[in-house]
């Protein structure tokens, strides 16, 4: 079946614009997870989406990151205002139940603001 | 604080040569620990996961242990392949905000 999918696969916008990134979890998957990943650092949490409970924003570095998600299907990861810093890649991973499931990783979107 | 240490930072190592990467971390409590293969330009791929009563398990050329006792993993991998070439990331469940724990990976380059 179809894996994770994020797009768009590359994003390109000027400091001070709004962007919206999209992950299509895995059918089924009641858990989704957003993740941002600097150049040459590790993987960094934003949010977390667990069924219908109330998501994690605790790893949201600022007002200006929110998520939303669709029942158990598509998630958006919204920056508004961005600043330069928020270029990274920003990864998107589901699983189904908790912390014993593996997560698969969507291929992430790439985000430059110039 | 939990964390997760993963040595060394970066290996270059030649084609057809062993190597062990190591992970070490304080997360508490313990649920889980896995292996990701994270190419270059690419989304995180699991190759191992193993919960606490598991020492090892293999993956083709790949093999992960784990010292619940000592908070130790290791990751070997025999023979390896030019396609080896990538970021391998320790990730232990039981800890983090979203219960997971990160290490910074360990880049692997393997010359032919």
């Known amino acids: 079946g179809a894996g994770v999918s994020q797009s768009p696969s590359n994003k390109v916008t000027e400091k001070g614009k709004d962007v919206e990134l999209r992950c299509d979890p895995i059918s089924g998957h009641t858990a989704l997870y957003w993740y941002r990943q600097r150049l040459g650092q590790g993987l960094e949490f934003l949010i977390y989406f667990q069924g219908n409970s109330a998501p994690d924003k605790s790893g949201l570095p600022s007002d200006r990151f929110s998520a939303e998600r669709t029942g158990e299907s598509v998630s958006t990861l919204t920056i508004q205002r961005t600043q330069q810093e928020d270029s990274a890649v920003y990864l998107c991973?589901?699983?189904?139940?908790?912390?014993?499931?593996?997560?698969?990783f969507g291929p992430g979107t790439r985000l430059l603001v110039l | 604080k939990n964390q997760v240490e993963q040595s060394p930072q970066s290996l270059i190592i030649l084609e057809g040569k062993n190597c062990t990467l190591q992970c070490n971390y304080t997360v508490s409590p313990f649920s889980n620990l896995r292996w990701y293969k994270q190419d270059t330009g690419r989304g995180p791929v699991s190759l191992t996961i193993m919960t606490f009563s598991e020492n090892t398990k293999s993956n083709g050329r790949y093999t992960a242990t784990l010292d619940a006792d000592t908070k130790q993993s290791s990751l070997h991998i025999t023979a390896s392949q030019l396609s080896d070439s990538a970021s391998y990331i320790c990730?232990?469940?039981?800890?983090?905000?979203?219960?997971?724990?990160f290490g910074k990976g360990t880049h692997l380059i393997i010359q032919p």
């Open positions: 990730v232990v469940s039981g800890g983090g905000a979203d219960g997971l724990t």
């Open positions: 991973a589901s699983s189904y139940g908790l912390a014993v499931r593996t997560q698969y």
